[in-house]
């Protein structure tokens, strides 16, 4: 069974702030993916990465971070300078790659980021 | 273009109606999921269709019936609406590879949601 932990529930930082959520994940499966999605208060959820469990390398895109490390079945995302527009809700989310589930979407409970400015 | 498009955006209705929300793909997709998200934004997957086959079937009560016409839409039905089905319903769509009956597939692209309320 597929589960994904993120342990933070609020966290709020003022404007410039880095700001780290963390994602913990658990499989019994050795192919998987890993996805995070950000959920603004306009309601929509936005594509944020996916991450494959053979790829192990770090991904920057501009002030967003994410550290995959299998070894802590952990997939952590670290928002740099934070600015107030990052506000949103944050999911980290996990899919087993077995075809009876296709593409099933486990998510963790979501980290609610208030950035003040 | 709008690539998962939900309608309709809002829907309010009395307990012991019956609903319907409809979802279409432009995105070429082979395959469609909803998704209930409740009052405190956790996020479940309820059905997937796989080329208008159903997939997934999370022990969703029977009063939930998706509806596959064709690989681009993916409609849910619901029938003796109750209080607890109030929650935002998201369609989503995604490509999937399957490899040895293994998947390898793309991220999933949400629709805008429809926020159900049940009096």
């Known amino acids: 069974a597929q589960k994904v932990t993120q342990a933070q529930t609020e966290i709020s930082v003022v404007e410039k702030e880095d700001v780290t959520l963390d994602c913990v994940y658990e499989?019994?499966?050795?192919?998987?993916?890993l996805f995070w999605y950000k959920q603004p208060p306009s309601g929509e959820l936005v594509f944020l990465i996916r991450?494959?469990?053979?790829?192990?390398q770090n991904e920057i895109s501009g002030r967003y971070s994410w550290n995959f490390q299998k070894s802590t079945s952990s997939f952590n995302f670290t928002i740099t300078a934070s600015q107030v527009v990052d506000s949103a809700v944050y999911f980290c989310a996990l899919s087993e790659a077995i075809s009876s589930l296709y593409g099933k979407l486990t998510f963790g409970q979501g980290t609610i980021l208030t950035v003040h400015p | 273009d709008t690539a998962v498009s939900q309608t309709p955006k809002y829907l309010v209705t009395q307990m012991g109606n019956d609903k319907s929300i409809k979802c279409e793909q432009n995105l070429g997709h082979d395959t469609m999921y909803w998704y209930k998200q409740d009052s405190k934004k956790f996020l479940k997957i309820m059905f997937s269709y796989n080329n208008k086959e159903l997939i997934i079937n999370e022990t969703v009560p029977n009063r939930f019936s998706p509806k596959s016409p064709d690989k681009a839409h993916l409609n849910l039905h619901i029938n003796s609406l109750e209080l607890g089905d109030s929650a935002v319903y998201f369609c989503?769509?995604?490509?999937?590879?399957?490899?040895?009956?293994?998947?390898?597939?793309?991220?999933?692209?949400f629709g805008p949601g429809t926020r159900l309320t049940v009096l």
């Open positions: 991450r494959n469990s053979f790829d192990e």
């Open positions: 989503a769509s995604s490509q999937i590879g399957l490899a040895g009956g293994r998947g390898s597939y793309n991220e999933q692209f």
């Open positions: 499989t019994r499966d050795t192919t998987y993916y």
